[in-house]
């Protein structure tokens, strides 16, 4: 994951309901095919929506040889932080995926996280949700994000945080331009709970117009949306990191997991 950068103090609240925003969806491929579904089994946030919303993507982490098919196991560094994620670190277990915090000899990296990224999954638009249990440890950030796709973003490189969560109960979401220039529209929400006990819905709704955020389905934030206009691709992930606050330097045994991964389109805008 990437630095937060500058975050509005404001946080703006919505009254009314998606107008379209859906047109030029692009779903180039997914684990299963698209899913009528009835409003009861929509994410609540989509049951207040107009349109006619199909799953296009899930993952319950139930199958080793579905999630070997949706997903790489990455080895990756990353900016700003000492962490290095490596595939060991992906454990799929009961019906979780679990990215393992723990630790290494090197000077540069001392700690190590998980990180994955759907292989052939890219979308465009649609309602983006996972429930995950983050890490009981301070300075970890553990992270549902989406990135555009390289062989398709053209000139302009984008990144959605659904959510950067940081021990015990702060969200932080962002919709980040990169290239060609930056541009960053962020907020932080502290939850009234701790995050770590159990499982806890994150979401984004993006759209052609704007972008929403949610957190056990109550929106959070919102955005316009004048730059991500592509097919992107999900990722999971966690680190060690500053901007995530102070850790004690043990983070062995902890853990991010992830109970689901769901995505939704809108088939009618």
């Known amino acids: ?103 290494q000899a090197d000077p540069k990296r001392p700690f190590t996280g998980g990180y994955v990224r759907t292989r052939t999954f890219r979308q465009t638009y649609g309602y983006f ?3 995950m249990r983050i890490a009981r440890e301070a300075g970890v ?9 390289r062989e398709t973003e053209g000139d302009t490189h984008f990144e959605l945080d659904v959510a950067e969560v940081k021990y015990p109960n702060i969200v932080q979401v962002s919709a980040r331009r990169w290239r060609p220039e930056k541009k960053v529209l962020a907020a932080s929400y502290r939850a009234h709970i701790r995050l770590d006990d159990t499982f806890h819905r994150y979401a984004m709704l993006w759209t052609r117009q704007g972008f929403r955020f949610y957190v056990d389905d109550m929106e959070v ?34 853990a991010t997991s992830i109970r689901t991964v769901r995505v939704f389109q809108n088939t009618s805008a």
């Open 221 to 254: 934030f919102d955005a316009p949306n004048d730059f991500a206009h592509t097919p992107a691709l999900l990722l999971l992930s966690n680190a060690v990191a500053p901007f995530a606050g102070k850790n004690d330097g043990d983070v062995a045994g902890a």
């Open 141 to 149: 950030n553990n992270a549902f994000w989406l990135i555009s796709d």
């Open 1 to 103: 994951m990437t630095r937060p950068g500058s975050v509005l103090n404001r946080r703006r609240f919505l009254t009314g309901a998606v107008a379209g925003g859906m047109a030029g969806a692009a779903l180039l491929a997914s684990p299963r095919s698209l899913l009528a579904l009835t409003s009861n089994d929509l994410p609540a946030p989509l049951q207040r929506m107009d349109g006619d919303w199909q799953l296009t993507f899930q993952d319950d982490f139930d199958d080793l040889n579905r999630f070997q098919q949706t997903w790489d196991r990455m080895r990756i560094g990353g900016d700003g932080h000492p962490t290095m994620r490596y595939p060991k670190n992906v454990v799929m277990r009961e019906g979780e995926l679990d990215l393992k915090l723990g630790h």
């Open 129 to 131: 949700e996972c429930e």
